[in-house]
């Protein structure tokens, strides 16, 4: 199924992008009975949505028995004992209590049976008893997950919040603090932000919130003074060199804190992506477009350094490979639940209009990097240089939960458009930079005189089955993984630039490539 998917998908630094109030963790549950109650819907849809969306088949009954088990981890005497046709828990051996066993499948029914156990151990067990709400609920759903792979997760409230707040953005001001014997001194202020469009500046104080002085302050107290609701308006006073003490009321906005560098590297861009957030398309797409108009040097390519870039927002990846794709498949993603199997197909001009492009990768170098790394390559529009990427090729689909935690399960794989599977295996590179040589000129030279041997690799890559881990982790030892940010990578890459002839005879490698596998 083809996809638009535009319509799926020291001192101490204080980044001050608050988070609104619906991202905030939840009040603490006063009763037993609203807190059981809540478990009953925490657990009833955690087990659904383990059941339904993760990769592998599981059972309703295996997630929730071991679910049980993770409360052991709160005491060590409590024990859960299963039958065909009962479940038992067990406190100190003394204390048990059964239960008849549900069927399989049922979420509901083994819902109530996790709640009922949960009772029990409270009442019996002082640590279980003892253990805060949050503590026992991450105990059950941690053991509960125990059962899948090691991407899949749950994460508490609170921590849940700030994966959000990562993912999608804060709400504030857009300014990074560092707290002073005289106030806030603004670090950084973050572009086409409240406070970077009020004009506020670097090396500014913030002195008050609202008519409260901040001196003394640390990062807690400032984050909790300007904590707001997207849309809401926050009175700061600044003290600025010369100038004097200045005033502003600033509308809070959601903030995407910045992914993207962009260096100018001789004739080349250099665009260097931390991971992917909901922003990151964007901000490529308006860096280089800003510099291939401004360069003080006319623009000859552009070097993507995606090292150390350890993956992020699904829909990202795609966006930026097709930032400078014309045409053609980016990705495909294979999984049980139906809505996991999409088709995502280039759809935009390339902003580069057909410049080089190298990308860079690392050991490190995975997930939506990769995304990214293998659809250029693939397509024949960028030469990969580097090592071997890290192989993390799956997609993980968060489901929030009724007690605001929430669940991330690998609920499918990702296919490069050459039809390889990059899970446990990563992206090749055209140019290994593990070598004997330690100069751009000979490294280059050595790949075209062994040419022959890089198309075997790379038809050997794209054919290897996705179940063969000994294969896979053999055709990887070719370019060993190094998760060093080495300076050769950057030396290579601007040989390649700056010498088209040269771009294009690796490039035509590749073609070759696809000649073999046709």
């Not at 498949?329 to 999409?342: E, N, Y």
């Not at 050459?418 to 751009?440: M, R, W």
């Not at 055709?475 to 700056?498: G, H, M």
Request: aromatic content about 6%; overall charge positive; some cysteine.
């Amino acid at each position: 199924m083809k996809l638009n998917y535009y319509k799926k998908a020291g001192w101490f630094t204080v980044i001050l992008v608050i988070m609104s109030t619906g991202c905030t963790s939840p009040p603490s549950v006063v009763d037993h009975e609203d807190f059981y109650t809540l478990a009953h819907k925490t657990f009833r849809k955690g087990l659904q949505e383990i059941s339904e969306r993760y990769i592998q088949p599981i059972l309703v009954s295996d997630i929730a028995i071991e679910g049980l088990r993770g409360l052991e981890s709160i005491d060590n005497s409590f024990k859960v004992e299963v039958t065909p046709s009962s479940i038992t828990v067990k406190v100190s051996q003394k204390r048990h209590q059964t239960h008849p066993r549900p069927l399989n499948g049922n979420s509901n029914a083994w819902a109530k049976i996790m709640v009922a156990a949960l009772q029990y151990s409270r009442s019996h067990s002082s640590a279980i008893g003892n253990a805060s709400q949050e503590v026992v609920i991450t105990a059950v759903l941690d053991g509960a997950v125990s059962l899948l792979d090691a991407f899949s997760r749950y994460s508490g409230a609170k921590q849940a919040s700030e994966n959000r707040q990562k993912r999608s953005g804060f709400g504030g001001i857009g300014v990074v603090l560092k707290p002073v014997d005289h106030g806030a001194l603004v670090v950084t202020v973050l572009e086409s932000t409240p406070a970077f469009l009020a004009g506020i500046k670097a090396n500014d104080i913030i002195t008050h919130i609202g008519d409260i002085p901040v001196k003394g302050w640390r990062n807690k107290g400032l984050v909790r003074a300007v904590h707001g609701e997207i849309g809401s308006y926050i009175k700061i006073k600044i003290r600025r060199k010369i100038i004097g003490m200045i005033d502003y009321s600033l509308k809070r906005e959601r903030i995407l804190f910045p992914t993207v560098t962009l260096i100018e590297e001789n004739e080349a861009l250099r665009v260097v992506i931390s991971n992917f957030n909901n922003g990151t398309a964007q901000q490529i797409a308006s860096k280089v477009t800003k510099a291939l108009k401004w360069a003080k040097k006319p623009v000859a390519g552009m070097i993507l350094d995606l090292r150390g870039n350890p993956g992020g927002v699904l829909n990202q990846a795609i966006k930026v490979a097709d930032l400078f794709l014309v045409e053609g498949k980016i990705l495909t993603t294979r999984g049980r639940h139906p809505s996991s199997q999409h088709e995502y197909v280039a759809r935009e001009n390339d902003i580069l209009t057909g410049l080089p492009i190298i990308v860079l990768i690392n050991g490190s170098s995975a997930s939506a990097s990769e995304i990214v790394a293998a659809a250029l390559q693939d397509q024949k529009r960028a030469i990969i240089v580097g090592t071997s990427s890290f192989g993390k090729g799956s997609v993980q689909s968060v489901s929030r939960l009724p007690n605001d935690g929430e669940l991330t399960l690998t609920w499918s794989r990702f296919v490069t458009p050459s039809g390889y599977v990059l899970h446990n295996l990563g992206v090749p590179p055209n140019i290994c930079s593990i070598s004997e040589h330690d100069n751009a000129e000979s490294i280059v030279a050595d790949v075209l005189k062994n040419a022959s041997d890089l198309i075997r690799l790379m038809a050997a890559w794209r054919k290897v089955s996705a179940d063969n881990k000994h294969a896979r982790m053999a055709l990887k030892q070719n370019c060993p993984v190094n998760t060093k940010l080495r300076r050769i990578d950057i030396l290579i890459a601007e040989k390649l630039i700056s010498d088209t002839t040269l771009y294009s005879r690796i490039l035509g490698i590749s073609n070759s490539i696809a000649s073999v596998q046709n």
